[in-house]
């Protein structure tokens, strides 16, 4: 929490808005619009990874549905001050009311850990099968965007792919 603290008030901290309202399209078919980035200004890493969270709420549909998106705003100082934190695209839900979030990290084992420590907190609001994470080293989230087979040569472990960006539309 000090080190967002330290993040917020430099104002090093940032939501971008150029990446809202894209489309990204994966390869078990669903898509997702980003809602929200979340940006920390630092050095670019030095060993980027991309991480890949999906999750479904187990009490939110419908109208319930906006609260979620709001809500959103508020975890950001949860996640920023882990250590590797570069940035997020917070998407919508998908069309199984899947909701996704694609990380740049900088260091795969603090990607891992972050995404271990989010587990245990979608624990509370997710059923537990529909919580799933994939880390993948070497790979920036903006090469991913611009073009989306730099994940060709990634070997996949689950089928279908659900954490595998195959287009982007702006």
């Known amino acids: 929490m000090g080190t967002t603290a330290l993040l917020l008030a430099r104002g090093r901290v940032s939501l971008p808005r150029q990446k809202v309202g894209a489309h990204l399209r994966f390869a078990d078919g669903t898509s997702g619009r980003v809602f929200r980035e979340t940006l920390v200004e630092r050095e670019p890493p030095e060993e980027p990874c991309l ?3 999906e999750f479904r709420l187990r009490l ?10 709001w809500e959103c705003i508020l975890n950001t100082p949860l996640f920023v001050g882990f250590p590797g934190f570069v940035s997020n695209l917070w998407l919508d839900r998908d069309e199984q009311d899947r909701y996704r979030g ?6 795969p084992a603090g990607a891992q850990f972050y995404a271990r420590a989010l587990w245990r907190v979608l ?3 997710s059923p537990r099968d529909s919580i799933h994470y994939r880390v993948v080293p070497g790979v ?3 090469d ?11 070997d996949s472990e689950t089928a279908p792919e659900w954490w595998r960006v195959v287009a982007t539309t702006p």
Not at 102 to 107: A, G, K, M, Q, R
Not at 144 to 154: A, K, M, T
């Open 140 to 142: 920036r989230r903006d």
């Open 60 to 69: 939110l549909h419908g109208r319930l549905h906006a609260l979620f998106l």
């Open 123 to 125: 624990e509370l609001v």
């Open 51 to 53: 991480l890949v969270v």
């Open 144 to 154: 991913v965007l611009r073009d989306p087979h730099v994940l060709d040569q990634v």
């Open 102 to 107: 694609l990380y740049e990290w900088d260091d």
